[in-house]
């Protein structure tokens, strides 16, 4: 499977691909898509940090309750 550090990462952090293809502005069949290719290790970090904006997000509306 292509991608599989990106997608263990998003498992890890309890990201689901469909918020990330919505952080992108993308649909998620257009995500996952572009996940059947191995990505650039450019491309792969800006995925990494987008995970981690959806997480900081996520931890902010919780603990904002």
């Given amino acids: ?37 191995e990505l650039d290790d450019e491309t792969k970090e800006s995925l990494f940090k987008v995970i981690n904006e959806i997480v900081k997000e996520r931890d902010l509306n919780t603990t904002k309750s």
């Avoid at 498992?11 to 649909?27: P, R, T």
């Fill in 1 to 37: 499977m292509y991608n599989k550090d990106v997608r263990n990462y998003a498992k890890s952090k309890n990201v689901y691909l469909y918020q990330i293809a919505e952080s992108l502005n993308v649909s998620e069949s257009t995500f996952i898509k572009k996940l059947r290719k």
